[in-house]
């Protein structure tokens, strides 16, 4: 994405973020037993792919190209969080490896964004990163229903 300024720049973190958070949530649904862990985490799955969905569609009228993760970015994301759950493959430690990344995820993109405020990210772009951030924590929150 050559020339893309700060607004691509903020849309391919954005992205990034929503494709990496969107791969760790599918990857940990096998090992859920609790049901409304799974309903929620599924619940997050829709919304997750739903942002992304969103922010694809900004990119491409900005005519940026959404980059696909490579493998490798797929194979640390899955390694992570399978180092995360080895050895405690509990409902309340996957919620916790949820709200951990969430968090995490959060603080990124709030870095990015202040980032790319100050280089002049335009205000749709500002706005859609607001809503994922605010997503994330809502979720991490949500989260220690399930950590007992």
Known sequence: MQNSGPTGELLSRVLKNLRRTTDDLCSVIPGIEDRFLL?????????????????????????????????????????????STMLDRSDGNIARVI???????????SEDMERCFLDGCDARSLALCRDVIEYELDSAERMKDFTG
């Open 99 to 109: 709200s951990k990344g969430a968090k995490n995820g959060a603080r990124h993109l």
């Open 39 to 83: 309903t929620d985490v599924t619940a997050q799955i829709e919304k997750y792919s739903e942002l992304t969905r969103r922010t694809e569609d900004m990119m491409r009228s900005r005519s940026l190209s959404p980059r696909e993760m490579t493998l490798p970015e797929k194979l640390a994301a899955r390694g992570a969080v399978a180092v």
